[in-house]
């Protein structure tokens, strides 16, 4: 009986101590909007959202459909893991890419009873209407990664891919000294993050009148677009081109190769995915990375928590990205070195800058 | 059953036509060659060494799943494999993930990899034969479920390197000639031997020309039929290896697009949808074509979307050229 009492008082005590240990997680953070903004940060007032936990949170995904997304979308579920406390019940839809297919998933996990949904929207229009008429009925929505058209949700969790593009080219840019030829390849025409990464690169670009775009054509994000474009570009340009600035390590992996079939070691861009990184190094070019994290799942989830306990959220969150470079130019710098992002034991598919637990990464 | 016989006796009109029916017959030939000359026209670089060499060491893959999609269309009867490329992803992610990148265990992971693509062919001819789905709907039925079977084993992101020899095949040269072209070659004349010389060619030719007359004349049309879609299996487990060489990268959607780039080449290359005519000489012209506008358009500076307004161009153009013929 002495002993029954001693155990639990110690399960007492420790569970005092470890609870208010667990909540402190997901008390007020900094995150990169508190520093990077230059207006005062926009705040959303989230108390009419207040609720006792545990919470029924939806996950209202566009698709797993590639690497990215289905790093993205393990974030998410690993960070809902760890509060467990305070989620009683996390629900995951997969849209398939089709944005019908995700207006009525959406309405499924309201029907299922979510206080909060989390959207990472397969398009910015289709999902708008039915992402507005939650945020009306006072439901929160938090879009990850991709928004809806109007400004009718809590709070957007993402990383700008206008300072993406223009990171990108103003090392393009330096490395060349402001002078040369250089091609560009984006992603897939059309897709939101494809043109703003391009349209943040031409803004630096008007600041070099030296540098020539020979010429820019889309990758669709895929490795083998990359290497099959990039070939025929090397053929048509030859040695005319000096650098090379690809939006993704997608096609940026691919490029490389054909660059190196061809002799070409110029300098090129691209983002954290590990076959990118170690081409770059096996094969010793000039090069930079900056992630597009998929990380910022788990900080949507972070988010989404403080809104259900009222505390107060950006309107953007802007998540932390990591830059590395192999040769560092006057305003671009490398945050870590190159070979600590490489992983050669590592899949090529992988995304380095993660926050995975070990159960969590697809293996 | 009618219109059937009477399209035999339309053939039939059509062989005698003489000169007409002889451009007609080379008519795919013809064009490539005129795409080849504008090409060099056109653009200085289009001719230099490398940029052929690459041309046809991007064709490859793409060749070798054509001459499987042209044994299908040819049994007629809307014979089609929707199937393929997501038996060349699946095939090469099985090779990356069970390989580590090791040439010694290539055999016994390639021999299971074109296993499975024999497999999958096995049960969209079962399917077609012996439950009479229609193959549009079979094989596009078995294409999603082996895109699904591949996003479970891979849970979304394949791991695994590719052997030096897979690299080998997909991107490296024999002298001055790419492996994949070479292979490619040996792969054609193999498929021309069997579609012309041998038994079962003339059989697949007959069963498309009219099924009927092929029952009638005590062929096994079910099983000839399931051996084409087995062949089909096989040949995209081929190119995925070698399309997978050529990337060098573990990639859940490698040869994205190529269901419809091999059936739009064996259309172009003459073998009709209702079956008999044609053969994997004219889908390699197709191949050829394909691929080289793809190349023109990049080297003319012309953003890449064009060359899907010129494809798809080329390929209704094809398609009623053929029907007119089928028709007069």
Redesign the interface.
Known sequence: MKRLLLVLIATAFSVSVLVPAAGAQVKLQWSRSWLWDQNPVRMVNTAKFKKKPPYVIGFSNASISNSWRVFMAREVQAEAEKHKDLIKKFYVTDAQDKPEKQIGDTEDLVAKGCDAIILSAATMAALDPIATRLYKRGIPVICVDRRVTSDNFVSFVTASNFTQGRMMMVWLCEMLKGKGNIVMLPGIAGAGPAEERIVGAKEVLSQYPDIKVLDMQYTSWSPSEGKRVMAALIQSYGNKIDGVWADSGLQGSGAVEALNDAGLKIPITGEDLNAYLLRVQKYGFPAMSIGFPVKMGAEAVRTTLKVLQGIQVPFIVNVTRTVTTTVDTEDVKADVPWSDMAHPKWPSDWWIDNTLPEKWLPK | MQVESTFGKMNALTSVMGIKALFEKYGIYIFLIILFVFASVV?P??L?P??LQ?VLN?AAALGIVSIGQTFVILTGGGGLDLSVASVMATVAVIIARNTGGLDALLLPVASLGLLFGVLIGLFNGLLITKRRVPPFMATLGMMIIVQGLR?IY????????FPPFVRFLG?GNIGPIPTSVISLGVFTIIAAVILRKTAFGRKVYTIGGNIHTARLSGYRTDLIITATYMISGLTAAIAGIY?AG?????????G?GYELDSIAAVVMGGTSFEGGRGGVLGTIAGVLIIMML??VI??L?L???VQYVIKGAVIVLAASFYVRRSVR
Do not use: C, E, M
Not at chain 2, 246 to 254: E, F, L, R
């Open positions: 653009s670089a289009f230099r490398k940029n690459d991007q996003f891979t849970k979304g992101a394949p791991k695994g390197d991107n399309l050529w990337i060098g990268i573990s990639d859940n959607w490698v994205k793809y190349n990049l080297l500076h953003p890449v979307q």
